[in-house]
């Protein structure tokens, strides 16, 4: 277990190195920030895949350190898993299991939170096995959608098993999440800064993409995709952007509400904390939490 260090940032970092952006100084009207960005906890080596069980307590993992955490909602970490097999996305399923990205292994698992037994979901397609699962959300049957980047794909676990790869040419395809009423699926390239939208005719099934929205870029150096994202229940996007050191708020309709900047390169988000309304951010050493108006959505909870 780590100490916890609680750290007050400024609330607006108003000049964000390299960045074009000048949006972010103010609060974005309806959502906020309503309160001061703090470090939760520092000290780790990459962290990622920020989920929320049903109290709000958040789980994330250290994934070049091989490890799962958990912050509650009181601000305690403490450590859930140990040989995580650089674990790295993570959610939660209707039965109340943590879903796990596992890169090292090569397979997509579930977790008992209690007893900590392991449930390989997924380790192969079509007779081959995966090649490193990055991301992934869980939809109300309590099925998968996941990324593997290394061969540009996009993959659905059906809840009896069945594996099915949706996507074979985004490159390397990163973030994945569902839109509240899980009608369209998002997809974020780590290759390219286009943000990927899919219609999604029915579970594990989806229609033709397009790019939904673009990833803000820094005025120098080369162009960058995305890392994670989190969605709140009005359905507004909140993207990892690391080029501009910030989480960027797209609405449904596609368009950049504004910014949060954030002091380390940002790499996920979720919501946590009593009520939903805290936007917890990975960005690499450390975990950030910034309180909002609005409220998060929660996946995989079968209603």
């Known amino acids: 277990m780590r100490i916890r260090l609680w750290t007050t940032c400024a609330l607006f970092l108003i000049a964000v190195p390299g960045a074009t952006a000048t949006r972010g100084a103010e609060p974005i009207p309806g959502i906020g920030p309503k309160g001061a960005l703090t470090r939760v906890s520092t000290g780790f080596v990459f962290t990622e895949g920020p989920t929320a069980d049903d109290r ?19 601000g305690n970490l403490t450590t859930f ?10 959610g939660f399923d209707p039965k109340g299991r943590l879903i796990a990205a596992q890169g090292v292994a090569r397979r997509i698992i579930a977790i008992d939170i209690v007893t900590k037994a392991i449930t390989v979901l997924a380790d192969a397609y079509d007779g081959k096995p995966l090649a490193r699962p990055n991301d992934l959300v869980v939809d109300r049957q309590g099925g998968v959608y996941f990324t593997d980047p290394d061969p540009k794909s996009v993959y659905y676990i059906a809840a009896g098993g ?34 990927m939208a ?8 989806i229609g033709k993409g397009k790019v939904f929205a673009q990833l803000q870029q820094a005025e120098s150096g080369q162009r960058r995709g995305g890392h994670g994202l989190a969605v709140d229940s009005a359905g507004n996007l909140y993207l990892a952007a690391p080029a501009i050191r910030a989480v960027q708020v797209v609405s449904p309709a596609g368009k950049t509400l504004g910014l949060i900047p954030v002091p380390e390169n940002p790499t996920n988000a979720d919501f946590g904390g009593s009520g939903l309304t805290t936007l917890y951010i990975t960005a690499q050493k450390s975990i950030y939490a910034v309180p909002l108006e609005v409220k998060g959505h929660r996946f995989g909870t079968g209603r």
């Open 81 to 90: 898993l140990e040989n995580s097999q650089g674990a790295n996305g993570l």
């Open 56 to 74: 709000g307590d958040v789980y994330f993992s250290d994934v070049r350190a091989n490890k799962i955490y958990k912050v509650d909602t009181q």
């Open 162 to 195: 069945q594996v099915t790869r949706l996507i074979d040419d985004l490159p390397r395809p990163n973030g994945v999440i569902l839109s509240p009423d899980e009608a369209t699926l998002y997809v974020v390239p780590s290759g390219v800064p286009d943000v």
């Open 198 to 205: 899919y219609p999604v005719e029915s579970p594990g099934k």
